[in-house]
């Protein structure tokens, strides 16, 4: 995030975050998250709210320059945009960096720490998602399939 950007941050937001109780409160004050609408027993996805629009271009203009960046947002903007599509990826990380904008503004004494790109990797229980595959394989194939020291196992066929 270049200083241009941050002082439009500040220019919108103000640097007194007292007024918001949570970082949640100035991510809905800002608009830039999704709503969604209930009725009947169905929740259905509206999109997000008629914001700042000098505010929502800015938190889009950082989510796009991170969008190619080695840092945790730049992996969070990849990831989403994989599975969700880029406008609602950039809705997301830009609710991140406003989340973030709010704890530096909130305590004099925070630091920012990036949680590096290989934070959703170092997340992921291994042997969990190596007996999901294994599971997933065998609804595939319709053999058994074990996993046993790190490798999986054809055990018994199923036909």
């Not at 920012?112 to 790109?117: H, I, K, M, S």
Request: net charge positive; glycine share 8%.
């Amino acid at each position: 995030m270049n200083t241009v950007a941050a002082a439009e941050l500040i220019a919108e937001t103000g640097v007194d975050m007292t007024r918001f109780p949570s970082a949640a409160h100035l991510v809905s004050w800002a608009k830039f998250c999704p709503q969604t609408h209930q009725s009947a027993g169905k929740s259905m996805s509206k999109g997000r709210g008629k914001g700042n629009p000098w505010l929502a271009g800015t938190l889009g203009r950082i989510a796009f320059a991170n969008s190619r960046a080695d840092t945790f947002l730049g992996t969070r903007y990849r990831r989403l945009a994989r599975r969700r599509g880029k406008q609602k990826a950039i809705v997301a990380t830009g609710n991140s960096v406003l989340t973030v904008v709010y704890h530096l503004l909130s305590d004099p004494d925070a630091e920012f720490c990036d949680l590096g790109p290989g934070y959703y990797e170092s997340r992921i229980n291994k042997h969990r998602r190596a007996r999901d595959l294994a599971t997933q394989l065998q609804a595939l194939t319709g053999q058994h399939i074990a996993i046993r020291d790190g490798k999986a196992v054809i055990t018994d066929t199923a036909a």
